[in-house]
């Protein structure tokens, strides 16, 4: 394919592109309220529903690195293939599961597809839009489509699980991942570091060993506790297995990850702001969703559709920041972006058991234009301080602080929310059965439980449902102030440490395969 065809179909690309990054938006959330229905049908423990989560973003984190510079020596359309091919099949079998150990490990292999698939499509757009105002467009509509998945998938959940077997939720991603083969297929140009030397194996495996201990250590920790043996040992082998990982890339001739990269602030500081954004977003709007569904008894599709608001401020905010980012630089977006996620979560911070839906959707609304000014600049400043022959390392790096920052968020978040909860029960439980207690301490699902079993008098289950939502409540506050803070600082050092515009450069140009 040469390079004027390439140039011609540059934006037909990046409509198969975002509907290949569509599904690992939507994969997640649209799982996320199936959970409920996955425990009743497959008789799944606590533990088992946290591994079909989990093992999905263990897999695709720790593989997103190696999957990129994979891409790049070998090629990035084939490598995006690859990936949809395996994302489809291991979506067919997880639909065809029996028991929660199996779907458990069809969730892994989706996570691999997915580190297929994520670093392609970034790195597919850099190499497809050499002009750099078109690439700063184009960056703009792929990270509004990254957010819409995700803002999407709990109504889509609600709607398929109102209406189709737990299955469909499975189901619905083989339609599109056909979509996107046969467009890629037709499509989608192929490129590749022309130049690239035999893959570092060493330090792919590195990597994969550090991201995969630090990724499972961060979801073990907000049950096991932060200060349990395996965590601190999970921990431990993260450290000094990535502290070996950039030994070795720093001495390596052909490092798969130049470690040099991180001095430039270009790529540093962005990729701090997108951990930041992920952080608080993942942790956040999670509890946000348990909120609409206890608090303000709303069930999954009712509280699916009143989050999707955020998708309004993705779409229009996205293109509208990098419209921005062509006249001013990326700073001044990527810091209004923070301040917008952060005055979002004082919205948040102001809830109480007896606010309205106005509330929320206030914050939703101000959060996706957050998210999109902070995000989409921030894409660009990374992959545009890089050479483009390194897109897909520049777009596994890009994507694997998305991923850490999202786990850490539910992690950490979640552990907060958690004290404050079981904190504020202790005198509202005191004379209940030790198993009541337990149930009641654990979440708020629980103690509506016990509020609703047989024997409870009315008047002590409304007291006690009443002390667990206001015990909720006390915890989002918190939550939501510390995100507040935490986007505040971001805002902070994106304005003191990130350049307003790159460097000078002569554009490069699309590496043909023929």
Same mark, same amino acid.
């Given at each position: 394919?040469?390079?004027?065809?390439?140039?011609?179909?540059?934006?037909?690309?990046?409509?198969?592109?975002?509907?290949?990054?569509?599904?690992?938006?939507?994969?997640?959330?649209?799982?996320?309220?199936?959970?409920?229905?996955?425990?009743?049908?497959?008789?799944?423990?606590?533990?088992?529903?946290?591994? =079909? &989560?989990?093992?999905?973003?263990? !897999?695709? $984190?720790?593989? /997103?690195? #190696?999957? @990129?510079?994979?891409?790049?020596?070998? %090629?990035?359309?084939?490598?995006?293939?690859?990936?949809?091919?395996?994302?489809?099949?291991?979506?067919?079998?997880?639909?065809?599961?029996?028991?929660?150990?199996?779907?458990?490990?069809?969730?892994?292999?989706?996570?691999?597809?997915?580190?297929?698939?994520?670093?392609?499509?970034?790195?597919?757009?850099?190499?497809?839009?050499?002009?750099?105002?078109?690439?700063?467009?184009?960056?703009?509509?792929?990270?509004?489509?990254?957010?819409?998945?995700?803002?999407?998938?709990?109504?889509?959940?609600?709607?398929?699980?109102?209406?189709?077997?737990?299955?469909?939720?499975?189901?619905?991603?083989?339609?599109?991942?056909?979509?996107?083969?046969?467009?890629?297929?037709? =499509? &989608?140009?192929?490129?590749?570091? !022309?130049? $690239?030397?035999? /893959?570092? #194996?060493? @330090?792919?495996?590195?990597?994969?060993? %550090?991201?995969?201990?630090?990724?499972?250590?961060?979801?073990?920790?907000?049950?096991?506790?932060?200060?349990?043996?395996?965590?601190?040992?999970?921990?431990?082998?993260?450290?000094?297995?990535?502290?070996?990982?950039?030994?070795?890339?720093?001495?390596?001739?052909?490092?798969?990850?130049?470690?040099?990269?991180?001095?430039?602030?270009?790529?540093?500081?962005?990729?701090?702001?997108?951990?930041?954004?992920?952080?608080?977003?993942?942790?956040?709007?999670?509890?946000?969703?348990?909120?609409?569904?206890?608090?303000?008894?709303?069930?999954?599709?009712?509280?699916?559709?009143?989050?999707?608001?955020?998708?309004?401020?993705?779409?229009?905010?996205?293109?509208?920041?990098?419209?921005?980012?062509?006249?001013?630089?990326?700073?001044?977006?990527?810091?209004?972006?923070?301040?917008?996620?952060?005055?979002?979560?004082?919205?948040?911070?102001?809830?109480?058991?007896?606010?309205?839906?106005?509330?929320?959707?206030?914050?939703?609304?101000?959060?996706?234009?957050?998210?999109?000014?902070?995000?989409?600049?921030?894409?660009?400043?990374?992959?545009?301080?890089?050479?483009?022959?390194?897109?897909?390392?520049?777009?596994?790096?890009?994507?694997?602080?998305?991923?850490?920052?999202?786990?850490?968020?539910?992690?950490?978040?979640?552990?907060?929310?958690?004290?404050?909860?079981?904190?504020?029960?202790?005198?509202?439980?005191?004379?209940?059965?030790?198993?009541?207690?337990?149930?009641?301490?654990?979440?708020?699902?629980?103690?509506?439980?016990?509020?609703?079993?047989?024997?409870?008098?009315?008047?002590?289950?409304?007291?006690?449902?009443?002390?667990?939502?206001?015990?909720?409540?006390?915890?989002?506050?918190?939550?939501?102030?510390?995100?507040?803070?935490?986007?505040?600082?971001?805002?902070?050092?994106?304005?003191?440490?990130?350049?307003?515009?790159?460097?000078?450069?002569?554009?490069?140009?699309?590496?043909?395969?023929?």
């Amino acid at each position: 394919m040469d390079t004027a065809v390439i140039h011609r179909r540059r934006w037909a690309t990046l409509g198969v592109l975002c509907v290949s990054l569509l599904i690992i938006g939507l994969d997640n959330t649209v799982l996320n309220v199936a959970l409920a229905t996955l425990q009743r049908e497959l008789d799944a423990t606590a533990g088992q529903l946290q591994w =079909i &989560v989990d093992s999905y973003t263990l !897999a695709f $984190a720790g593989l /997103l690195l #190696l999957a @990129g510079a994979w891409g790049d020596k070998y %090629g990035r359309r084939k490598a995006l293939l690859i990936g949809l091919v395996v994302f489809g099949a291991s979506s067919l079998w997880a639909a065809l599961c029996e028991s929660p150990e199996q779907l458990i490990a069809a969730r892994a292999v989706m996570g691999v597809g997915a580190a297929l698939i994520m670093p392609s499509t970034l790195s597919i757009l850099t190499n497809s839009f050499t002009n750099q105002k078109e690439r700063k467009s184009a960056i703009g509509i792929w990270a509004g489509v990254s957010g819409i998945g995700i803002a999407a998938g709990p109504a889509l959940g609600g709607y398929l699980l109102d209406h189709f077997d737990w299955s469909s939720v499975f189901y619905i991603n083989v339609f599109v991942v056909v979509a996107g083969i046969v467009g890629a297929l037709l =499509i &989608v140009p192929e490129s590749r570091d !022309a130049h $690239a030397p035999k /893959l570092d #194996l060493v @330090g792919g495996l590195l990597s994969v060993i %550090g991201l995969v201990a630090l990724v499972w250590a961060i979801i073990e920790a907000p049950g096991a506790g932060w200060g349990a043996t395996k965590v601190v040992v999970g921990f431990g082998v993260a450290a000094v297995t990535l502290v070996a990982f950039a030994v070795w890339e720093l001495r390596h001739p052909y490092p798969m990850l130049d470690m040099r990269f991180f001095a430039n602030r270009r790529f540093s500081v962005p990729a701090i702001a997108v951990t930041l954004v992920f952080f608080v977003l993942m942790g956040s709007a999670f509890f946000l969703s348990i909120h609409l569904q206890t608090v303000m008894g709303y069930d999954a599709l009712e509280a699916g559709l009143r989050i999707m608001p955020i998708a309004a401020g993705l779409v229009f905010g996205a293109p509208l920041a990098m419209a921005i980012a062509q006249k001013v630089g990326e700073k001044i977006p990527v810091v209004f972006g923070l301040v917008l996620l952060a005055a979002s979560f004082w919205v948040i911070a102001g809830t109480q058991v007896d606010s309205g839906y106005g509330r929320v959707l206030t914050a939703v609304l101000i959060m996706g234009f957050g998210m999109s000014f902070a995000m989409a600049p921030a894409t660009e400043a990374v992959m545009g301080s890089l050479p483009i022959e390194k897109a897909g390392v520049g777009s596994a790096v890009n994507d694997a602080v998305r991923q850490i920052g999202g786990a850490l968020g539910v992690a950490v978040l979640g552990s907060i929310i958690n004290s404050v909860y079981r904190h504020k029960m202790v005198d509202a439980t005191a004379g209940l059965s030790a198993q009541a207690q337990d149930m009641a301490k654990d979440n708020v699902q629980g103690a509506m439980q016990v509020a609703a079993a047989p024997g409870m008098p009315p008047q002590a289950g409304g007291q006690l449902t009443g002390t667990a939502f206001q015990a909720f409540v006390d915890g989002l506050h918190v939550v939501a102030w510390v995100s507040v803070a935490l986007c505040v600082i971001g805002a902070l050092v994106a304005a003191v440490w990130l350049p307003a515009h790159a460097a000078v450069a002569e554009e490069p140009e699309l590496v043909e395969v023929k």
